[in-house]
């Protein structure tokens, strides 16, 4: 129950980071956002291949789309 | 991306489109953190055809002709699969018609308002949509009376009601 009590600060410290940075994502431009998801995309997409799901990460080619 | 909006943008110009939105994951991700997706959902308005029948068929053709690639559901466009979604119901041809516009670099482009976004999901009403309108809730800024209305017209009230206890 100690140990408990002791967690919870530092959790609802965590909670509200993740808050604070979920917040500071919704406030990015967009082109910012699009590479974000561009970014999951090549995170995501060995796993859905190793699953046999067939995905393709967008391409970024013009310049200000790599900015 | 922007290159995507361009050849968007040349189809509305050519008549190909009568009009089109960015909507689902993306239009989404105008407003809230960045959603993962593969495709790019555009709500689009065809021009009437002589017999009246809905059917992306004559766009197909056209992007074909453009060198653009079917792959599943989707053509790929300048390296992104684009999910086309004829404007099929009242709610649809509401949203489309009052999309907003905004710039994509230097390129303008349409995206769906969020009230529309949200009564879409209500309408669609899978467990996905319900988790991306607690999303959209916590995190966009809602025009309250705009999406009341938007429910009301669109007969919503019921589910998002259920959704809001």
């Not at chain 1, 970014?39 to 060995?46: D, E, L, T, Y």
Request: glycine share 6%; with cysteine; net charge neutral.
């Amino acid at each position: 129950m100690e140990r408990m009590e002791r967690l919870i600060p530092e959790i609802e410290q965590l909670f509200r980071a993740k808050e604070r940075r979920r917040a500071r994502l919704a406030a990015m431009p967009f082109p910012e956002k699009v590479r974000a998801v561009v970014q999951m995309q090549k995170m995501v997409a060995p796993l859905l291949r190793g699953r046999g799901l067939q995905v393709r990460i967008w391409e970024m080619k013009s310049i200000d789309d790599t900015h | 991306m922007e290159r995507t909006l361009q050849v968007l943008n040349e189809l509305e110009r050519d008549g190909v489109l009568s009009r089109y939105a960015i909507g689902g994951a993306m239009g989404a991700t105008f407003y809230i953190e960045p959603l993962l997706t593969f495709d790019l959902d555009v709500i689009v308005l065809l021009p009437e055809t002589k017999g009246g029948l809905l059917t992306l068929t004559p766009l197909y053709e056209v992007l074909r002709a453009k060198g653009y690639a079917e792959e599943g559901e989707c053509v790929v466009i300048e390296g992104v699969p684009v999910q086309f979604l004829p404007a099929y119901n009242a709610l649809l041809e509401e949203a489309l018609r009052e999309a907003l516009g905004m710039p994509y670099q230097a390129t303008s482009t349409r995206v769906l308002r969020v009230e529309h976004l949200v009564a879409i999901c209500v309408q669609t009403g899978r467990a996905k949509d319900r988790e991306r309108v607690r999303i959209l809730r916590e995190q966009a800024t809602l025009d309250d009376e705009y999406l009341a209305a938007v429910l009301r017209r669109h007969q919503l009230e019921g589910r998002w009601k259920e959704w809001s206890d």
